[in-house]
Nanobody, 121 residues
Framework: QVQLVESGGGLVQAGGSLRLSCAAS????????MAWYRQAPGKQRELVAS???????NYADSVKGRFTCSRDNSKNTVSLQMNSLKPEDTAVYFC???????????????WGQGAQVTVSS
């Protein structure tokens, strides 16, 4: 059974910083892409940033230059450093991972439980 456990959300003033972390508990599997999504009230879930197993990253235009996604493959963790936060960054942030069970020809997607990030103006 795979679990993604997030930590680090909270309340911050505009212009401030927060760091989200996600730890994946896996066994007999390989973690492929990891990512952060967010969902604001009344809006669809959207991709914030993703990172492949070799460290290639992709960011939503709205967070480029402000957010940095990184991962530690030895610890099965992914982090999102969020700087220069804006009120429009307020959302529930979800950790996401694509995992490939060993010796299996398929992958499985997993989601974390979500972490609230609130940015006050």
């Amino acid at each position: 059974q795979v679990q993604l456990v997030e930590s680090g959300g909270g309340l911050v003033q505009a212009g401030g910083s927060l760091r989200l972390s996600c730890a994946a508990s896996v066994s007999r599997s390989t973690i492929k892409t990891m990512a952060w999504y967010r969902q604001a009230p009344g809006k669809q879930r959207e991709l914030v940033a993703s990172i492949t197993s070799d460290g290639s990253t992709n960011y939503a235009d709205s967070v480029k230059g402000r957010f940095t996604c990184s991962r530690d493959n030895s610890k099965n963790t992914v982090s999102l450093q969020m700087n220069s936060l804006k009120p429009e960054d307020t959302a529930v942030y979800f950790c996401y991972a694509i995992i490939s069970p060993l010796e299996q020809p398929y992958t499985v997607q997993y989601w974390g439980q979500g972490a609230q990030v609130t940015v006050s103006s």
